[in-house]
């Protein structure tokens, strides 16, 4: 029986992508593993979106218990949305794959931070452990040196991007070699989050590449990324043929070809669901200079709030919002009906349950929510004469458990493949609900894919049977708790 599980989160890739990239040799690690390991289709029924994945992994559960639709939600009692943070998953599901009464578990470039605040780097590495009935997360040494890692950078051009993700990849799979040849912790998880970036940005530069055609003359470097992506696998390949370790390797969603943007915010702004306020003149300054500025320090609103001694210079901090989120302080809460902190959640804003409602709870609510559903299944997109939303469901329809409420009230739970839902924070008077991609040419659709890897795989593993994300949560915290594979799973609770 295996010691320990290395884990491998390739979001972005799926079996139709994989297929012609291992056909053309651009993968040699990965098609050793896929063609000896047991491969599976694999479900989900969040949002395809990474932080939101993993936080179902770690769990075992959904977003009805734990309140996280898109790895974020409101902040109870406050408009300001929440990231998902390890800390505050474990008090919601303290027996998980997190470890009970297990050793220490490595997370490496997991998008999750510990507690509330930005995202660990893409090579951070942390370790959790069960003590006293708490989660104590810390971080382990970078096995490059802070001047020597690779600087956050503003380029926009797609070979400085891809230049960039290779320098990147090189120090991940520097963290991963160190991680799996020295450590003895009996999971190891790891996220490639410029894989998925690389996917997201260059999906038709790579499939015309595959089919002999250059896009945009970025054939070499996509190659190059690629490879060194692959080559960061090898580590893990190798220590799998010398002590048994067992390989897992999911990715809950691929992406397809991106033709058209669409944005929430915007189309509840043109049907006066949301209102916004007028800017003063020093809250544009700081939510268009400084704010970015401190959002690539890291600097949160609660430091700010404390280094500035006028009180009317913090509550410009307050009115002009989040400084990750700085958009939001341009709602006017007063006159909104509806709103969206998440790409696909539409959230009403209820009297009693939040601090500024406009709306009556009970029957107002609810012909609310259905007009709103009816507006957005029939809103047609006139560049191209489609209506991109076909599914848009209540939140107890999807979901249930003690983390309903902190839920949007709203899902949009299907969209025509070839749009994707824009990011919340881009609401302005002049925002289009439907506009062309900037920098991406691929948009996230499920599907994904499993794949088991080791000697003494046991049988039960074996079949390539469906699986979803709660399935492989259960396979690792058997594993993590009773050191073995073989554990009966339990049935999904909480989605």
Not at 223 to 231: A, I
Not at 244 to 255: A, Q
Not at 434 to 463: I, K, V
């Amino acid at each position: 029986m295996a010691s320990r599980v290395v884990l491998l989160g390739l979001g972005g890739l799926s079996l139709e992508l994989l297929d012609p990239l291992i056909h053309h040799g651009w993968l040699p690690n990965l098609e050793y593993l896929l063609g000896r390991g047991v491969v599976g289709p694999l479900s989900s029924d969040i949002p395809p979106f990474a932080a939101a994945e993993w936080a179902m992994l770690l769990t075992g559960q959904g977003p009805g218990t734990t309140g996280f639709l898109e790895g974020s939600r409101k902040t109870p009692g406050s408009y300001f949305p929440e990231v998902a943070n390890l800390e505050a998953l474990a008090r919601r599901v303290p027996r998980s794959f997190l470890g009970g009464t297990a050793p220490e578990t490595v997370l490496v470039g997991v998008p999750l931070p510990a507690a509330p605040g930005p995202p660990p780097p893409e090579d951070g590495i942390q370790a959790l452990r069960w003590e006293d009935g708490r989660l104590t997360v810390r971080s382990l040494p970078l096995p490059v040196e802070e001047g020597d890692r690779v600087a956050e950078a503003k380029e926009e051009h797609p070979e400085d991007f891809l230049k960039r993700a290779i320098r990147r990849m090189i120090v991940l799979s520097v963290s991963i070699a160190r991680m799996v040849r020295s450590s003895e912790h009996p999971i190891i998880a790891v996220h490639f989050a410029g894989l998925d970036r690389v996917l997201s940005r260059f999906h038709k530069d790579i499939a015309a590449a595959l089919l002999g055609r250059s896009v945009r003359g970025l054939d070499a470097l996509l190659r190059q990324f690629l490879r060194v992506f692959d080559d960061a696998v090898g580590p893990v390949l190798d220590l799998s043929r010398k002590d048994g370790t067992f390989v897992v390797l999911f990715s809950p969603h691929g992406y397809a070809p991106l033709d058209r943007v669409m944005n929430l915010n915007a189309f509840l702004l043109s049907r006066g669901y949301l209102a916004l306020r007028r800017e003063e003149g020093r809250e544009v300054l700081l939510r268009e200079v400084a704010a970015p500025v401190l959002r690539s320090m890291k600097i949160g609103r609660g430091r700010v709030k404390r280094i500035l001694n006028r009180p009317g210079l913090r509550e410009v901090v307050d009115r002009a919002g989040s400084l990750f989120s700085s958009e939001i302080g341009l709602f006017d809460w007063g006159r909104t009906r509806a709103f969206a902190l998440t790409r696909t959640g539409i959230t009403l804003n209820v009297r009693g349950v939040e601090s500024a409602g406009s709306v009556n709870p009970g029957p107002e609510e609810r012909a609310l929510g259905e007009e709103i559903r009816d507006a957005l299944r029939s809103l047609i997109d006139l560049g191209t004469g489609k209506f991109p939303v076909r599914e848009v469901l209540w939140r107890e329809e999807l979901f249930s458990g003690p983390g309903l409420s902190e839920l949007p009230h709203l899902v949009v739970r299907d969209w025509d493949p070839t749009y994707i839902l824009e990011d919340w924070r881009k609401v302005a008077p002049s925002e289009e609900i439907f506009s062309d991609p900037a920098h991406r040419t691929g948009t996230p659709r499920s599907p994904g894919f499993y794949c088991f890897f080791g000697a003494g795989l046991p049988d039960r593993l074996r079949p390539p049977l469906p699986r979803t994300l709660t399935e492989i949560s259960e396979i690792l915290s058997g594993f993590l708790e009773e050191g073995n594979l073989s554990l009966p799973i339990k049935a999904p609770q909480g989605l």
